[in-house]
């Protein structure tokens, strides 16, 4: 028998929300339904951030560090930042050195923050401007290179598809109709959110990193200090 030989299903947010009134038994009649669904559906996708469903959101971004300078502003859709390191050389020259993350308190705690070497350290600043502190201040330029887990792209248009990969349309579809349940039909909330855990759950599963050993080499067996 023959397959249909494409693979670009998806659907735009206006299916996501017609999935989600069906699932709760109800239709979408006016356009105040879209605006609320589509209030839900951005709402959700700031849960998914809270809880850390979003893994492909992640992006690298290069700063270079000036002499002098221990605080860079982020992209306002930081959300935080996963591994930074410092960067030196280029091509088969090129050398990441991982540097570590610290908290508030312990930044806070460090006594003279204007100390100059090459940073080993570094906190961020979770705020609405996110920034990210170094320490020790860089003492000449650096290139600073770190993994950047980004907001979800807002449901805006309703013909626009949304931004999550296919693998997670199920957990989307259970989690909006979930939403829209505890405004619309509350005799259904048991069962849609029963649902929306389970692909919740299995789309956590599915969004993790996959290794089977990770090796750090030792730097003085390759001679270096």
């Avoid at 000036?66 to 860079?72: D, F, M, Q």
């Avoid at 600073?144 to 349309?169: C, H, K, M, Q």
């Amino acid at each position: 028998m023959a397959t249909s030989g494409s693979t670009d299903f998806e659907l735009d947010v206006a299916d996501y929300i017609e999935e989600a009134f069906e699932r709760c038994g109800q239709e979408v009649r006016t356009g105040y339904d879209l605006k609320t669904a589509k209030r839900s559906l951005n709402l959700l996708f700031a849960d998914w951030a809270n809880r850390g469903l979003n893994r492909w959101t992640i992006v690298q971004t290069t700063t270079t560090l000036s002499a002098g300078t221990l605080e860079y502003t982020l992209d306002a859709d930081t959300i935080d930042i996963l591994s930074a390191v410092i960067r030196t050389g280029s091509g088969i020259n090129q050398s990441d050195t991982q540097i570590s993350r610290i908290s508030r308190d312990v930044y806070l705690n460090i006594p003279n923050k204007n100390t100059q070497g090459r940073p080993n350290q570094w906190y961020v600043d979770r705020q609405i401007t996110p920034k990210i502190r170094l320490y020790p201040t860089p003492d000449t330029t650096y290139t600073l290179v770190f993994d950047r887990l980004t907001r979800i792209e807002d449901a805006d248009t309703f013909v626009n598809t949304a931004d999550v990969p296919f693998r997670f349309y199920p957990c989307l579809s259970a989690g909006l109709a979930y939403y829209i349940a505890l405004k619309r039909a509350p005799d259904r909330v048991p069962l849609l959110k029963q649902l929306y855990e389970e692909e919740f759950n299995r789309a956590a599963f599915e969004d993790v990193d996959r290794a089977n050993l990770s090796l750090t080499p030792r730097r003085d067996f390759y001679g270096f200090n």
